[in-house]
């Protein structure tokens, strides 16, 4: 079974600054990882999808990048909106499993 | 636009089972794979498994195996998941999530309370 480990645990933040969140696999999974953001009694919403693309309607501030174990979530710079907790989330090529990781908070600092 | 309406909350007992309905609308529900993702009071996301609704065949994580079943029903677009033999540990908030990309989820219910108590 493949486990996402998710870097740092709360990551605290100034509005405006840039956000870099890292999320590792245990083994390769490829590009098949995605990103959601997660905010208090909603449900996620996905941002990213196979690495690098962002969900329909997702602002550019976010972007995704990696490849193989090493994947990262950029906010380039953060607005009131963006402070959230954030999931990386893998697809096992066979059989066909999701995993998702602890989670990243982003708190305002 | 696509909306996944869900069941209302439930409280159970140990020991019983729990079935939470997910009703699609707005897109193909046979075209897509629906997944159940769950998340315990103050927890992150657990993922379930998934349900193709064309073919009926599913997919389920190990801890869930001989646990839980996702079934669909396509003429009223509902997609279902059963979860037997609940304990304490089950407590959570349910969701259903439709497949996209392959990779990802891209639209979620509104998620269903399930409690399980004494």
């Known amino acids: 079974e493949i486990v996402l480990t998710q870097s740092p645990a709360t990551l605290s933040l100034s509005p405006g600054e840039r956000a870099t969140l890292s999320c590792r696999a245990s083994?390769?999974?490829?590009?098949?990882l995605a990103w959601y953001q997660q905010k208090p009694g909603q449900a996620p919403r996905l941002l990213i999808y196979d690495a690098s693309n962002r969900a329909t309607g997702i602002p550019t501030r976010f972007s995704g990048s990696g490849s193989g174990t090493d994947f990262t979530l950029t906010i380039s710079s953060l607005e009131p909106e963006d402070f959230a907790v954030y999931y990386c989330q893998q697809r096992s090529i066979w059989p066909p499993l999701f995993t998702f990781g602890p989670g990243t908070k982003v708190d305002i600092k | 636009q696509v909306q996944l309406v869900q069941s209302g909350a439930e409280v159970k007992k140990p020991g019983a089972s729990v079935k939470v309905s997910c009703r699609a609308s707005?897109?193909?529900?046979?075209?897509?794979?629906m997944h159940w993702v769950r998340q315990a009071p103050g927890q992150g996301l657990e993922w379930m498994g998934w349900i193709n609704p064309n073919s009926a065949g599913t997919n389920y994580a190990q801890k869930f195996q001989g646990r839980v079943t996702m079934t669909r029903d396509t003429s009223i677009s509902t997609a279902y998941m059963e979860l037997s033999r609940l304990t304490s540990d089950d407590t959570a908030v349910y969701y259903c999530?439709?497949?996209?990309?392959?990779?990802?989820?891209?639209?979620w219910g509104q998620g269903t309370l399930v409690t399980v108590s004494s």
């Open positions: 707005g897109y193909t529900f046979t075209g897509y794979y």
């Open positions: 999530a439709k497949g996209a990309h392959i990779t990802a989820a891209d639209y």
């Open positions: 083994q390769s999974v490829s590009s098949y």
